[in-house]
């Protein structure tokens, strides 16, 4: 599997789990829909029917009275309009039957108001016999216990349908409830789930490159033996694989310098060695770099140096590392005659005389890397200048004496016996 699948898969396993959560919170507010729905739609329009059957008979009422009041047109009217008012409620009522217990309170509904219809009908067929006082009383005694009775099966079916939509309400707000919990139960489950993936999936990203990144510092350090373990097969295991091939062209490049560069060394050192001048190669703080051994026995310095010395701590003339200071700071070797270039250095009541030359170091990229001080010993031509001049100066002091005593003759001779001598010995003289 590549490297590409996991993550999409790691992505699409998140996207999976969030769109369940969605998709269970959409089921519990279809749910909540569905109970809230049931409330309007099933006990509401009972709830609507009772209460125009109990106005409508209320008015039934009114027209009963009415009738024995002695307005007996206006309430058979009124009576028969509110009659199929009635009517057509409890038609509905009848046809929105749900509740348990409602077809029997609805069928003896039906039966006290048809005895309650009947009634009114005998009344109308003698409505000529009755007086407003005996009709009232007649009201009192036949009529109005059975308005009373039918009005309370009306009562009694508004509160049915009220007692089942307030358990409808507690039962929606009992799903609410779990339903909110179960959401938050399957919200939390999901984002503990997609939590451990993700640290899955990212350790299993991040490890291989842990990997890399400890190989490449011990490679940096010199470690060439390192390899990353090859542990899946996507691009990071090929990338593995490439590393460890990387790393073993690259050890065995480093094996084949490494016996290059002692051997060049080995070279150079030998031809450091047998160079009879001195020969000192300084950084461009001034720190001696290099030195072969003639230089060592010139100025008297041990074989091991515990650090890299200054060029003022081996150095007994200032001048010179002045010169090489400024040839750092310029990058010009210093033009001077060989008088000008010589160094003396003494050491038990012994002067060495040294012809030194600075020269410049520079890169592949022309950048001043270095300083060269090259000290050639030429105590022994000093020495024989200094005789030369010695013998000079006592040939000369030995020839000036007889030739002192000759001239102070020739002299006297000239004063003397010039009269008596001829032109050419004069001139001779």
Request: proline share 3%; hydrophobic share 45%; glycine share 6%.
């Amino acid at each position: 599997m590549t490297f590409k699948k996991k993550i999409l898969i790691g992505y699409g396993i998140i996207f999976l789990l969030m769109g369940l959560v969605v998709a269970w919170a959409v089921t519990n507010l279809v749910m909540l829909g569905k109970a809230s729905d049931a409330i309007l739609k099933e006990n509401y329009r009972s709830i609507l029917a009772a209460e125009n059957m109990v106005d409508a008979l209320e008015r039934q009422d009114s027209a009963i009275l009415l009738f024995f009041m002695g307005d007996i047109h206006q309430g058979i009217a009124q009576f028969r309009e509110n009659e199929a008012v009635f009517l057509e409620w409890l038609a509905r009522a009848k046809d929105n039957i749900t509740i348990s217990g409602e077809t029997e309170l609805v069928k003896a509904l039906e039966s006290d108001y048809t005895a309650y219809r009947q009634r009114f009908s005998e009344l109308t067929d003698f409505r000529d016999r009755y007086e407003p006082l005996n009709g009232l009383s007649i009201y009192q005694e036949t009529v109005y216990p059975l308005f009373i009775q039918v009005r309370k099966k009306c009562i009694d079916l508004r509160y049915l349908n009220e007692e089942t939509m307030y358990k409808a309400s507690i039962q929606a707000g009992t799903v609410s409830k779990q339903a909110i919990g179960s959401t938050v139960v399957v919200a939390v489950s999901a984002l503990a789930v997609a939590l451990v993936f993700c640290l899955v999936l990212a350790n299993r990203i991040v490890r291989p490159l842990q990997h890399f990144m400890n190989a490449s510092r011990r490679i940096s350090s010199g470690d060439y033996t390192v390899r990353v373990p090859v542990e899946t097969g996507d691009e990071l295991g090929l990338l593995a694989g490439e590393f460890n091939r990387m790393a073993d062209q690259i050890r065995q490049y480093h094996e084949m310098n490494i016996e290059q560069i002692i051997s060049e060394k080995n070279k150079g050192d030998a031809i450091l060695s047998s160079i009879e001048d001195g020969l000192l190669v300084f950084d461009t703080r001034l720190k001696v770099t290099g030195i072969n051994p003639a230089a060592r026995r010139m100025l008297g310095l041990t074989r091991v140096e515990t650090a890299l010395p200054e060029c003022v701590d081996i150095l007994p003339d200032p001048k010179v590392c002045d010169m090489i200071r400024k040839t750092v700071e310029t990058g010009v070797h210093p033009d001077l005659p060989d008088e000008q270039r010589i160094m003396v250095f003494s050491e038990k009541d012994q002067s060495h005389h040294y012809l030194f030359s600075v020269r410049a170091i520079r890169g592949s990229s022309h950048d001043l890397t270095g300083i060269v001080l090259l000290l050639r010993d030429v105590t022994r031509m000093k020495e024989v200048e200094q005789l030369k001049t010695e013998f000079i100066m006592a040939a000369s002091h030995e020839l000036r004496t007889p030739l002192t005593g000759l001239g102070m003759s020739v002299d006297l001779l000239l004063e003397h016996a010039a009269p008596s001598l001829s032109e050419k010995n004069r001139d001779l003289l």
